[in-house]
């Protein structure tokens, strides 16, 4: 089931990022110290009520030097083409100007729903001067401040009415999606090429549920695929396309529907900054996650050097230290028919349930070994431990005092598990909980 999109679009300074960031707020850090993911983020889920869904800050979108009508412009297609309902933002205390007549004059052309918010309405006196905005053409106008956090629950409630049914992916649970990411030219059509001409491809390029999301079903000794394309094979050269901030809100989307990412390296380039932050988005959304070193053809190969690699694979992507590392050349096809196994693997790994039983034991024998250490003289209490959730795992181990699970002690806990359980290629989570 994917989650609907509500894009923020609006000419600068009306509020939106403001908004953004309250809609988003809490959830914005996962990992704290994951290295090198950056925080300033344009596309993040938000949730009101029992809904969850995705905002974009079309804002954000920054085009460098292209004049400000044109990036107006180009964001305001960005919200049309990728939103399931946008939000139109206007600022209360200036009245309508020229600049949200263009944005305006964009919108009607689209067929998505869109609702007005007159923002910096920071007191009752001031709602008397959102009548104007009727003019706008987009019905009623709902008056917020993003600074006080007022009127955002009717603003969501009507965006919300706007939300398509649930839109139920064709596709059973058996079959394992996964996308690929990385930086331009790391080689991920040519991957795709690679894996798809191998397999008899069963209906070529359906399209997703979004209409650019171009997913490619295909079956394997009796299992079904998905791939999920963030390569940009639309590709229609508009400006924001271009951006940096772009490619990565699409490898996002992609992400959110995938059971296994495949994070791919340039061989020939070397691990760059860019490769760390794109892993990072995998790892944070708790998807499994494999590392797929590309143009592996040329290297030259000496008796070390997949090993010399590997150091440095793991010591810049220390975060995902349970994702496999797949060498390989799409170009050639050496070594791609090792890539789908360790796809099966990962996916059944993130889906895979323990017994409750054996978790305990295996939890009872790391504390007799290793027992917790106490924090200002306080032990901590272990007494039970249980897995809540699957994709990925998720374990909640009660506690006497959930502030005395040290993240080092967790750490061991999380690697006792590993061990005993197996779970390469997903990241597993552990919560300690107050026994009641
Ligand atoms: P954006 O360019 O549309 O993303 O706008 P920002 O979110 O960056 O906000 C522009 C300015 O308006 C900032 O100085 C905000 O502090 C201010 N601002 C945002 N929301 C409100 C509001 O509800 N009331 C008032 N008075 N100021 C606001
Ligand atoms: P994308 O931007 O990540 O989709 O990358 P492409 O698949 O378009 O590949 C970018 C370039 O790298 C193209 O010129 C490919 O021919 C080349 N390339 C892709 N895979 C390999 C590989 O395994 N070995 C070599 N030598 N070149 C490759």
Not at 157 to 173: C, L, S, T
Not at 243 to 256: G, V
């Amino acid at each position: 089931m994917r989650k609907s999109v509500v894009a923020i679009v609006g000419r600068p300074n009306v509020g939106k990022s403001t908004i953004f960031n309250r809609l988003v707020g809490e959830r914005i850090s996962i990992v704290e110290d994951t290295p090198g993911v950056t925080r300033d983020r344009i596309y993040a889920e938000a949730e009101w009520l029992t809904t969850r869904f995705n905002v974009i800050d079309t804002g954000g979108i920054e085009l460098g030097d292209e004049p400000l009508l044109v990036q107006m412009r180009e964001q305001a297609n960005v919200a049309i083409d990728e939103a399931d309902v946008i939000i139109f933002m206007v600022n209360g205390r200036d009245g309508i100007t020229g600049a949200d007549e263009e944005v305006a004059k964009i919108l009607y052309k689209s067929n998505k729903p869109v609702v007005l918010a007159v923002n910096k309405v920071d007191n009752p006196e001031m709602r008397e001067n959102i009548y104007e905005f009727y003019s706008l053409g987009f019905g009623e106008p709902f008056p917020i401040s993003g600074t006080h956090g007022l009127g955002l629950g009717d603003l969501l409630d009507e965006a919300v009415k706007h939300f398509p049914e649930k839109v139920q992916e064709e596709i059973d649970d058996e079959t394992i999606r996964f996308s690929l990411i990385g930086r331009p030219n790391v080689g991920k059509s040519s991957l795709v090429n690679s894996l798809l001409g191998q397999e008899r491809v069963i209906v070529s390029n359906v399209a997703g549920t979004t209409r650019d999301a171009i997913d490619t079903p295909f079956t394997k000794d009796g299992r079904d695929y998905v791939i999920i394309d963030t390569a940009g094979m639309r590709k229609r050269g508009k400006v924001y396309e271009n951006t940096e901030r772009y490619s990565i809100m699409r490898a996002l989307k992609a992400i959110e529907r995938s059971d296994v990412v495949l994070t791919l390296i340039d061989a020939e380039t070397g691990i760059q900054e860019q490769d760390k932050k794109i892993a990072g988005y995998a790892h944070e959304a708790g998807k499994a996650v494999i590392i797929v070193v590309n143009k592996w053809d040329t290297m030259e190969i000496k008796e070390n050097t997949m090993k010399e690699f590997e150091d440095k694979v793991r010591s810049n992507f220390r975060f995902l230290d349970y994702a496999p590392i797949v060498y390989l050349s799409a170009k050639t096809k050496k070594r791609t028919h090792t890539l789908i196994p360790r796809v099966v693997e990962a996916s059944e790994n993130h889906a895979k349930r323990v017994q409750t039983n054996i978790l305990n034991e295996v939890i009872m024998d790391a504390l007799a070994m290793n027992p917790a250490p106490s924090i200002k003289g306080q032990p901590l209490k272990i007494f039970y431990a249980a897995q809540v959730s699957v994709k990925p795992p998720t374990f909640v181990v009660f506690v006497n005092e959930p502030e005395l699970m040290h993240f080092t002690y967790e750490r061991f806990l999380e690697n006792r598990i590993r061990e005993a359980f197996g779970f390469e290629g997903t990241p597993i989570k552990i919560y300690a909980r107050k026994r009641k």
